[in-house]
């Protein structure tokens, strides 16, 4: 990568009111810190101080107490945290809230794409976690079974996250908009006995069937014995008998309270499913004392979250910022925001109608979002009273300088910090309430974060593109993939010794404000949904015409990236356009809808190494006519020029 360009005037400035109120840095008077540098430092150096002041600050309640805040000694990649603890996190979302003012506050508010709604109070949510452990015990589940999720966002969506984790079992959530094979592959990988779903829901106006989705993916997944599937549609769907159970007919019957499991601290949480550039998609395995405590940190020194706060991100529950929002704001007595369908209909004025119905107070998007409503003019944004917000937030997704501005005037009218955030189970870099904004760029590590920016050689680089790294163990980090520890190691600790590498490029500029600013691997992130090229080429060559195929993410205006795909044909097929829409087809039809390649080429030959491993870096250069770097290991050079050839 070149020389950093990237950066531009400070726009946001924290007022002298907005800094002494924050809770970072009342976190920092009370530790006797009088800057966010000496703060940063301490917290990276003094691991054990800094990880025991958060579960102070979150008031983190165990059922016995840890002996050591971490213990390293298998290595950082291998840090075990709050060792000989017992604590189950539904304990100190839910448990400990009741008959307190924080049981009979709002914790969930709920709308449907119809206009339909729901609000649930901590305590009201409470019961309905118990009614489904009930029920789920009654099923036989017990502490160590994974369970999954593939609902769209509803309460009872929440409720079946704590449902699990209060018996002690591995919640598996899964992204509602998944076709049958990506499902299906989570189950196997994960081992998962019981399935959690809905008929279907609404988006733009359509049913949308989720039931034979479901179906589909159990039928091939062996270990699956129970599925329990929430009357939300209410029109017929298919039936198995003896697996599929209503859940109105489980759930009501059973009583309002129920044990908590007395797990350990570093008992497997939830494995969140997270696609890369090779291989089947890989399950990053979390703990009860990891990431739901991570978020909550995120929350408050981040988006300086208090329980008079309303939230709402817009999300999955199966991408991490979905867990992220339950388990953040639970565990800090706040409110959350659930919508069902899509924030563009039946107008392009839904988002900021949330806004002002739920009297939402932290918004968080995506940029993909932000530049598809911006087509639509401010007008629909005017039309609503805003006056509620006083936090806007994003993923670390990269934006562009006049999307973020379009936001920041728009939705904060030019008053309201953008607090960005990453994505590995929590924030690395993020804003905050101290720091002064530029446009697309944040503050800095977070507390407790010891990030770098470095060189192809490990060196810490300013003022320039390099990766996105971490050097020290932070309490949220992933502890490991579900059976396959080796591909973790791989993955994120082979490249420098004793280092994360986020697989990130990121600059720092000259006022040490940070930016991401893409994948510096292949894996494509469309939307915010990130989607392995193997996942991809794995459906396109499973069709009988197709001998091999590559799948490349390319820059889009709306989504961020958009899918685009090449596929060699067998000698006995022709290309055809339509084999060319039958094949975008299988892969909208196996993935889920939002993954479907914006475009398909048919090609003769793949550029290849000598070992036959496909060098998707060229074919992504190629077809976006830029230089293609080094070719000393390509086996075929002349099939760059049939790249370029096939646009």
Known sequence: MSEFQFGGKVVWRPSADVIARSRLKNFMDRHGIGTLEELQRRSTEEIEWFWGAVLEELEIEFYEPYERILDASRGIAWTQWCCGGKMNVVHNCLDKWRGTPVGRQEAVRWEGEPGDSRVLTYEELDRSVCRLANALRAL???KGDSVALFMPMMPETVAALFAVAKLGGMVLPLFSGYGAAAVAGRLRDSGARFLLTVDGFYRRGQSVLLKPVADEAADASPAVEHMLVLKRLGTPIPWSPGRDRWWHEEVDRQTDDAETERTDAEDPLMIIYTSGTTGRPKGALHTHCGFPIKAAQDMVHGFDVRREDVLYWVTDMGWMMGPWEVFGTTLLGATM?????????????????????????ILGVSPTLIRSLMRHGTAPAEQHDLSSLRILGSTGEPWNPDPWLWFFHTAGKGR?????????????VMGNLLTPLKPCAFAGPVPGIAADVVNEKGKSVRGQVGELVVRKPWIGMTRGFWNDSERYSQTYWSRFPDVWVHGDWAAVDEDGLWYILGRSDDTIKIAGKRLGPAEVESVLVGH??????????????????????????KPASAASEKLREELRARVAEQLGKPLKPEVLKFLDDLPKTRNAKIMRRIIRAAYLNQEPGDLSALENPHSVDAVRKAL
């Open 337 to 361: 925001v659930l919508y069902e369908g899509a924030l563009d209909f039946p107008g392009p004025d839904r988002l900021w109608s949330l806004v002002e119905r739920h009297r939402v107070s």
């Open 416 to 428: 309201l910090p953008i607090i960005r955030g990453t994505e590995t189970s929590g924030g690395l």
């Open 544 to 569: 009988p015409a197709v001998s091999e195929a590559a799948a490349i993410g390319v820059p889009d205006p709306i989504k961020g990236e958009a899918l685009v795909c090449f596929c060699v044909l």
């Open 140 to 142: 036989g589940m017990k």
